[in-house]
């Protein structure tokens, strides 16, 4: 079987999960064993509790503690969703043994990694598909469909903002050698993601869309309060103190080639009431905006509501209604069609590439921001022990 046939041959297309976090457990899993598309074969990880609270009274699936063990010729996809530092050591692993990865976002943590994977997926052969379900949502399918009359695209804002919504507050989450970032790598992955869609529809020219300008700012003000954490992931209560090294919410401007402006906001924690996704893309002809929550939070504002405004005039654009987590289903769906695809290689390397550096770029820029403080900060310069 070549590498990405798995969509080809006519049965379903056999998939082993390596990792078994909260993401695999809660998403993944359900709808791998809940669709005839898909037969599960093999879950991968180290802890033997996990396997074995996952596997349950399943049959059939082998249970294995490394992604080295699987075997290329008994798996058609591998679904890897390990802790974000082991993201793309993972997958281009597997890449390079010519085993097709959908790997969860974020695909890697910097632009090192994202070369790491381009290189993989041409040794091997296989092909790496990207885990950003935003862009499968149909409210913003339908955002990209009215954006597609605005004139010249200007600027794109993109926030997603929670209320409390911290995750694994004490695990790798809020732990930066293990995450990679706080809220910006988090939630900012899918914020990106959608903004490049966006871009590129607009311009139609790659190059158009490379970032010449970026510059952010991040805070922390939530982060170790354990009255933060999204208690709705059910990550369990965490001993205090707990001290997390991260952002909780990132703030970015980024500017094209091309251009076109980009405004990023990313947060765990605020101090609104409810968690809000606002999409909102300006044009020479107008502006269209999206309000909806991304994600699976229960703290949501309601319907998604998609506003066009032209001439002064602000009129609602009807959207079809979909459950919550109905882009996870989405996804998932299109992926036999994109194993079978030549046309995928190197497509979700390169936009890793884009999203990946616009994050290194605005930390660099808060870093920067932060120590030129440091460098203006008062000194006090009364001696030790003076009154």
């Known amino acids: 079987m070549s590498a990405g046939s798995g969509g080809v041959r006519g049965g379903p297309v056999r998939v082993a999960v390596v990792g078994l976090g909260w993401v695999a457990r809660e998403v993944w899993l359900p709808r791998l064993l809940g669709g005839a598309a898909y037969r599960v074969v093999a879950v991968v990880e180290p802890s033997a509790r996990a396997r074995a609270a996952v596997l349950g009274d399943l049959t059939g699936v082998a249970a294995l503690e490394r992604a080295e063990d699987l075997r290329r010729d008994e798996v058609d996809l591998a679904v890897v969703a390990v802790p974000n530092h082991l993201h793309a050591p993972v997958a281009s692993g597997l890449l390079r043994r010519g085993v097709p990865v959908f790997l969860e976002k974020p695909l890697c943590l910097g632009s090192a990694e994202a070369a790491a994977l381009t290189a993989a997926e041409r040794a091997g052969g296989a092909v790496l598909l990207g885990g950003s379900a935003a862009r499968h949502r149909a409210d913003v399918r339908a955002l990209r469909e009215v954006a597609a009359s605005l004139g010249a695209l200007r600027h794109v804002d993109v926030s997603w903002v929670r209320s409390r919504g911290i995750p694994d507050r004490g695990g790798w989450f809020t732990d930066r050698t293990r995450s990679g970032?706080?809220?910006l790598v988090d939630l900012g992955w899918h914020l990106l993601d959608t903004a490049r869609v966006l871009l590129r529809g607009a311009t139609g020219d790659p190059e158009g869309a490379e970032l010449e300008h970026v510059t952010g700012?991040?805070?922390?003000?939530?982060?170790?309060d354990h009255a933060f954490r999204a208690a709705w992931r059910g990550d369990g209560a965490q001993a205090d103190p707990v001290v997390g090294d991260v952002e909780d919410t990132a703030r970015g401007f980024l500017v094209t080639r091309s251009g076109i402006s980009i405004g990023v906001r990313a947060a765990w924690a605020s101090h609104q009431a409810l968690d809000t996704t606002v999409v909102r893309v300006e044009g020479s002809g107008g502006t269209a905006e999206?309000?909806?929550?991304?994600g699976f939070s229960p703290n949501r504002e309601g319907p998604s509501r998609l506003l066009l405004t032209t001439d002064g005039r602000t009129t609602p654009v009807e959207l079809p209604a979909e459950p919550v987590g109905a882009e996870y289903d989405a996804q998932l769906?299109?992926?036999?069609?994109?194993?079978a695809d030549p046309a995928a290689r190197g497509e979700a390397a390169s936009g890793a590439r884009w999203i990946a550096g616009a994050i290194e770029r605005?930390?660099?820029a808060a870093d920067a921001v932060r120590c030129a403080e440091r460098r203006h900060a008062p000194v006090d310069?009364?001696?030790t022990g003076a009154p």
């Open 362 to 364: 605005v930390y660099r």
């Open 381 to 383: 310069l009364a001696p």
């Open 181 to 183: 970032g706080g809220a």
């Open 217 to 224: 700012a991040v805070s922390a003000d939530f982060v170790d």
């Open 290 to 294: 999206l309000r909806c929550t991304f």
């Open 333 to 339: 769906a299109s992926l036999p069609a994109r194993l």
